[in-house]
């Protein structure tokens, strides 16, 4: 894998074809720079994060599939309102892919209000499904080889055509968590794919957040730094 | 858990008596502020950290008590001078604890070089040993009921005493993740604990990297934030 640790992938990015091209005020920038331009990634896996959801409210969303609803409803035994994690293993293995139950728990995570208990309510379970089906989209989108699995120039693609440009050794630091421990490239299924889209978006989009003059650079206090990467973290039992 | 929210601990924290004092320049800073003073943390937890240790390298550091060699060379079956995750759970289980897996996993990823197989040589069982030696220490001092679980307030404590003022808001997020969904207060046994230990340590000395000036604040590049926090990241299948 150190051949894959140079910097190949920053400059090929800078000229993918996926690339989404920079404004004028980027182009002499050669910045972790066009991590922040894009077509504008899946809006309701934006919205799902950092507890702008809540699950106080049984209510789905207007327009909702009734297929969500009526997955969610049949999941909900107890008509409590809310699903526990292994309930929204299940809801979601018929339609999407049997996650493992540590992908499950990061999903639940993420888009619920981390001071509610590990369940989620009918607008985050709505929010999770549209999310996982723009993933889908993305994964089937390039996985060009049709093998079921994404490899790592497959990822890069992928994460810069939706307007993320991960410089190479940070993409090998996420995939090195990914290898089987023989040192072997790496081949991520849906599972995993789903898994290193949301971590590179979720904490691209919370740099963006301080990045305010696009910089490619944030100033960040101890509080807020904790802050926006403990949410990525997951229990380890 | 809504009350735990407020900032009491942070004026609390100010005034702990196990907080380090503020040196001069400090006095007047109500920052994150002196998350970077000491009782320096344990040194070998720290030297693990970052790849500083190689796993090419199989002899043991000059000192090393008898016992670690001793219980390494014993789980090396094959000889190859370097153990896997499972052979590294079934070494620590006598000595210190049952780690689950992917405590294990974390610990590997913590304490090898990235680029390396998901194995650990002989350097980075000696760090890894000695590290889980001061957490054991740090947790059977905090857990002053002998409970066997460290509460909130107690890991606040333990983290408070070699150096680390973690604002409550940050300790309530990270503590939501080792809750049992219920909601209910958490505690934590010496798994979880060394977890949390392991992550507010490591997060709050990178941080302590880039805050050169001890401001409590410090600029990131996207590319810099990203390879602090993904190492802290585990797999999740």
């Not at 008509?79 to 999407?96: C, H, N, V």
Request: charged share 20%; net charge neutral; glycine share 8%.
């Amino acid at each position: 894998m150190s051949s894959w640790n140079n910097n190949r992938y920053h400059s090929e990015s800078s000229y993918a074809p996926s690339a989404p091209s920079l404004p004028d005020q980027y182009s002499n920038n050669n910045a972790p720079s066009n991590y922040h331009h894009a077509p504008p990634p899946p809006s309701n896996h934006g919205t799902g994060y950092y507890g702008q959801l809540s699950s106080s409210s049984y209510s789905f969303p207007q327009g909702t599939n009734p297929d969500v609803i009526r997955t969610f409803q049949m999941f909900d035994r107890d008509q409590s309102g809310s699903i526990d994690d292994k309930e929204l293993q299940q809801a979601l293995s018929s339609a999407f892919h049997n996650f493992n139950i540590s992908t499950i728990r990061f999903l639940i995570f993420l888009f619920k209000d981390p001071r509610e208990p590990l369940r989620i309510g009918p607008k985050e379970f709505a929010a999770i499904w549209n999310c996982l089906g723009q993933w889908r989209g993305i994964f089937e989108r390039y996985d060009k080889d049709r093998s079921g699995k994404i490899d790592p120039l497959e990822l890069r693609d992928a994460l810069y055509g939706i307007g993320y440009a991960v410089p190479g050794s940070v993409l090998q630091l996420l995939l090195s968590k990914y290898g089987d421990g023989s040192g072997r490239r790496v081949e991520l299924g849906f599972d995993s794919f789903v898994e290193c889209g949301m971590i590179i978006k979720g904490l691209t989009e919370k740099f963006k957040e301080k990045d305010t003059r696009r910089t490619g650079s944030a100033k960040l206090s101890y509080d807020e730094f904790m802050s926006m990467v403990i949410p990525f973290l997951v229990s380890y039992d």
